[in-house]
């Protein structure tokens, strides 16, 4: 079974995510936190994780935190990719 957990920071787009997939695990965090969240589910190594972080603008220090903990929920085979909207 495919599980999915999403990671958003606003409150209220929180809300509004939960209200539009309520077949969905959304929480309102921290996604350098992932391992953390993921472990808390009890969930197996995940295959895939698919960030929509805007990482280019963000300093070192943060980046390594979300990949590091990113890391730690992924298989040894599992990939991570992202992608960014910059206007």
Known sequence: AIRYLGI?????MCRFLTRRYPELDIV???VADVA????ERNLPAARAIVSGLPLILM????VERILASSR???RPDGVFRTFTYLH
């Open 8 to 12: 958003e920071r606003d409150p209220a």
């Open 72 to 74: 730690r929920c992924l």
């Open 28 to 30: 309102c965090g921290d």
């Open 59 to 62: 300093d070192e220090d943060t």
């Open 36 to 39: 953390a969240l993921h472990a």
